[in-house]
Nanobody, 116 residues
Framework: QVQLVESGGGLVQAGGSLRLSCAASRNSFSINVMGWYRQAPGKQRELVATITTGGSTNYADSAKGRFTISRENAKNTVYLQMNSLKTEDTALYYC??????????WGQGTQVTVSS
């Protein structure tokens, strides 16, 4: 069983920055992919960014150029640096991990609210 501990969500003005963190209770050798998804009111959960153990990244078009996903394998932690935040970035952000066996685990979600 993998436990994910998220932090970093909060309230920020448009144009500001936040950094989300997610620590997994499993060593990186057993983790294939870590990533972030988000769900805004009235919308489906959508991909924000993912990163593999080897460092390959993937971003949603809305995140490119503003968000950066990174990983510290020694700490089993993934980060999402969010800059130039917009009101439309307001959502519940979820951390997830995909194990080598392709089993998926989700964090509890952390709220990001961007004010105008």
């Amino acid at each position: 069983q993998v436990q994910l501990v998220e932090s970093g969500g909060g309230l920020v003005q448009a144009g500001g920055s936040l950094r989300l963190s997610c620590a997994a209770s499993r060593n990186s050798f057993s983790i294939n992919v870590m990533g972030w998804y988000r769900q805004a009111p009235g919308k489906q959960r959508e991909l924000v960014a993912t990163i593999t153990t080897g460092g390959s990244t993937n971003y949603a078009d809305s995140a490119k150029g503003r968000f950066t996903i990174s990983r510290e394998n020694a700490k089993n932690t993934v980060y999402l640096q969010m800059n130039s935040l917009k009101t439309e970035d307001t959502a519940l952000y979820y951390c997830d991990v995909v194990l080598l066996g392709r089993e998926v685990y989700w964090g509890q979600g952390t709220q990001v609210t961007v004010s105008s």
